[in-house]
């Protein structure tokens, strides 16, 4: 839902994510994947003021004239952009110029609401808070990750404020869905959606049965601990280059330090919990272990359709499905239609949401993406028999 409290409770989140960094850590990209906290920041800032205050605000003075080149980052209609890679070479303009740049937008944007009330200004400005929520998550891996690069492994906060290692303190048990015809997608006209989830459609679901719990560090410990990084029967032929070319022997943030496994978390390098989650998972590595267990992934389908019968929110969940348009799905017009459709290839649909997920950002129609070698989003495992 769209109110201007919203809007301003969303852009104040942002800078209440980046307040515990030190100057330092603003500007670091370690790997091409990851983005600055400084680009974050700024970006999202840029897309209200592209795709809202240039439309809609009558004699709009941009904020900086290259502010659109170096904050652009994928819309091809808007023109040139600064390469993602290169985006930690940007020392300039300061963090306290995109302070100002932020400050500066959020006002024009409220400022606006007071003389506009268009339904079209209204859906981009729902769009650019569900963005900005989006980043907010991105910003809080992407901060994790800039961390663990560190060999001393300091922490974003001394707390465990997101509760990352949050057990599930149930029994497992399996959930069986019935065969048949079951409709996914979003439904309704009111709340907000991506377009991605728009086309909603029937889909024939054989009988399957789900587990109410996720995967936990116990269980895929055995996995390691067994060799199953070694041993190629488990992986999918890409997977299995991926581990060999890389050298990846455990989950990203694992560390074994004196025989004894640790965890790299948002508070720093905890022993690993065994009755929580398995995180920070690729989709090569969900469904390895998968095999391992002779049982499988869900496909996005099944996930959708059980979801009422489990709790889900903690990890996002690998799906075996890949990231292709619904029926009836139809691009925006303009460069908003690059948000979403032009990524409809070579990527696997996560489900669900994750303990960095901001609140009223989930449902269970939600898709996310990501191709299947990435494992510093907050990714978990659901199986399936």
Not at 92 to 116: G, H, M, W
Not at 261 to 278: C, E, H, M, R, Y
Request: net charge negative; with cysteine; glycine share 4%.
């Amino acid at each position: 839902m769209f109110t201007a409290a919203n809007f301003l409770k969303t852009r104040q989140r942002t800078e209440t994510i980046v307040s515990p960094l030190k100057i330092e850590d603003f500007s670091a990209q370690p790997i091409v994947d990851v983005s600055p906290p400084k680009w974050h920041l700024a970006h999202t800032t840029w897309f209200f003021e592209r795709f809202v205050l240039k439309q809609f605000k009558e004699n709009y003075q941009e904020f900086h004239p290259q502010f659109e080149f170096l904050f652009n980052s994928y819309y091809e209609s808007i023109g040139q952009r600064v390469e993602r890679p290169k985006r930690g070479a940007m020392t300039r303009p300061t963090v306290d110029e995109i302070l100002q740049y932020r400050s500066y937008v959020t006002d024009a944007v409220a400022d606006l609401f007071k003389s506009n009330s268009k339904k079209q200004l209204e859906e981009l400005v729902l769009l650019g808070i569900n963005h900005e929520q989006q980043h907010q998550e991105l910003l809080l891996t992407d901060i994790k990750f800039i961390l663990f690069q560190n060999p001393i492994y300091p922490a974003y906060r001394d707390e465990d404020l997101f509760f990352e290692n949050q057990n599930e303190d149930i029994n497992q048990e399996w959930i069986k869905v019935k065969e048949g015809l079951y409709e996914i997608g979003f439904k309704g006209e009111k709340d907000f959606c991506f377009d991605n989830e728009k086309g909603q459609h029937k889909v024939w679901l054989d009988e399957f049965s789900i587990s109410n719990k996720l995967v936990t560090n116990a269980e895929y410990l055995e996995f390691v601990e067994s060799g199953g990084y070694q041993n190629f029967k488990y992986w999918l032929q890409e997977g299995w280059s991926w581990v060999t070319e890389k050298n990846i022997k455990h989950p990203l943030y694992w560390v074994k330090q004196d025989n004894k496994w640790f965890q790299f978390t948002l508070s720093g390098l905890k022993p690993i919990d065994l009755n929580a989650p398995v995180n920070h998972v690729s989709h090569y590595e969900a469904d390895a272990f998968a095999d391992f267990m002779g049982l499988r992934l869900p496909t996005e389908f099944e996930w959708e359709t059980a979801s009422k019968h489990f709790n889900w929110g903690n990890r996002w969940e690998h799906t075996r499905s890949a990231y292709l348009a619904y029926p009836n799905f139809k691009k925006a017009p303009g460069a908003i239609g690059e948000y979403n459709g032009k990524f409809m290839i070579n990527q696997m649909v996560l489900r669900g949401a994750s303990i960095a997920t901001p609140e009223n950002h989930s449902r269970n129609t939600y898709r996310n993406f990501f191709h299947p070698y990435l494992q510093w989003q907050f990714s978990g495992i659901r199986l399936v028999k």
